[in-house]
């Protein structure tokens, strides 16, 4: 009677392993939340509406960035992989993605991505313009069509295609993305390839000293610059992701004591603000921003 | 060895074996390249040198302009 009981048991759980390691993977998969819930309805063309972290250790990296700009983590369980999300209160900002085995030890990097209304039709401008495809075109279903390219000078970015549509320009909080910058070797023609590819324009920003600069804009409203990189060993193009803080000062020395490091220490900047540029401890690069008075000095007259 | 025995062994080897082929703990490339990138449930792209960062390049001239203008 004992060894009966003990068989059917033995059956059951050995049933239930069978059955449940061979699921398809698709169907245990988490979908991703949407940008924006409610959805909006609306697409602003240009907009930077997301960005991810490609690193080796997702969880020390989620950990220093949630401790520094308050951030909350979920985790969505991606086939066995975890896809963690980062909230500035309630709202998704970012996204923490796993890099492949034998790449984990090398640097983190930031890729944001940029609001198209045709996707297919953007990959198409973007490779006629110099650009190649890194990512192909997929669909992640509640966040929309998203790809990755290189631009003309190999700097990856993400296009997105919302499924909620793109959330209202507002002020941003702290803790939000405040602002992004391409740093390139040549600042004139990478802004060519995104006024073509993306549809901005691509204007020399006169706001300050620096006459090389570029501003991408489009519909009126700045969405991103370019600036050069200077010509020396050792130094990245790509894109800068820039995070509004209340206290610069205190975010880069907190920074630091949780393994991060200063690449560009606390100095003013355009506008009267003050900007910095940290690292996290597996090598991604975001900068920092403090509006001086509490308001953005891009509004003031 | 007791027949519950052996039925629980062959089950746990059933499953170990699905487990292993399900790609849940191996890197699986994209279009037969290097390892992929997970994303959304399943490999996206092959990582690569591309995505790799490195440190930032802006020096000491700053930023350029770091705020939105409406």
């Not at chain 1, 069978?18 to 991703?32: D, E, K, L, Y």
């Not at chain 1, 313009?129 to 192909?136: D, I, K």
């Not at chain 2, 037969?32 to 960062?53: A, R, T």
Request: include cysteine.
């Amino acid at each position: 009677m004992k060894n009966a009981k003990t068989c059917r048991l033995a059956t059951l759980l050995a049933l239930m392993a069978t059955v449940g390691f061979g699921i398809p993977s698709s169907a245990r998969a988490a979908t991703f939340p949407s940008l924006n819930n409610p959805a909006t309805g609306s697409s602003h063309q240009g907009k930077f509406v997301w960005v991810d972290l490609f690193t080796g250790d997702p969880v020390a990296a989620a950990n220093f960035y949630s401790r520094l700009f308050g951030w909350t983590v979920t985790s969505l369980d991606q086939n066995g992989r975890a896809y963690l999300v980062l909230r500035n209160g309630d709202r998704p900002v970012a996204g923490v993605v796993s890099r492949s085995a034998s790449s984990r030890k090398k640097l983190s990097r930031w890729i944001p991505y940029i609001s198209v209304g045709d996707i297919a039709s953007s990959v198409g401008k973007a490779t006629a313009a110099g650009g190649v495809v890194h990512a192909p075109v997929r669909n992640f279903p509640d966040r929309g069509f998203q790809a990755i390219i290189g631009d003309n000078e190999g700097s990856p970015v993400g296009l997105l295609q919302s499924a909620s549509g793109d959330a209202a320009d507002s002020e941003p909080a702290v803790g939000d993305w405040n602002w992004f910058e391409l740093y390139g070797k040549n600042p004139q023609a990478a802004s060519a390839f995104y006024a073509q590819a993306i549809g901005y324009q691509a204007t020399p920003d006169t706001r300050g000293e620096r006459k090389d600069d570029f501003e991408l804009s489009i519909g009126g409203v700045a969405r991103a610059g370019v600036a050069p990189v200077p010509d020396r060993e050792g130094s990245s193009r790509g894109w800068l992701a820039v995070v509004r803080v209340a206290d610069i000062d205190a975010t880069v020395a907190q920074a630091t004591s949780l393994g991060g490091e200063v690449d560009l220490a606390p100095r003013a900047a355009a506008l009267g603000s003050r900007f910095a540029v940290i690292s996290d401890p597996t090598g991604g690069t975001v900068g920092l921003v403090q509006y001086v008075d509490n308001s953005n000095p891009a509004n003031r007259p | 060895m007791k027949i519950s025995l052996k039925i629980l062994l062959v089950g746990l080897a059933l499953a170990g074996l699905q487990f292993g082929l399900s790609g849940c703990v191996a890197d699986v490339g994209v279009e037969g390249g290097g390892g992929g990138v997970y994303y959304g449930g399943g490999p996206w792209f092959n990582d690569g040198p591309w995505i790799g960062g490195g440190h930032w390049g802006g020096g000491e001239r700053g930023g350029g302009y770091i705020h939105p203008r409406r």
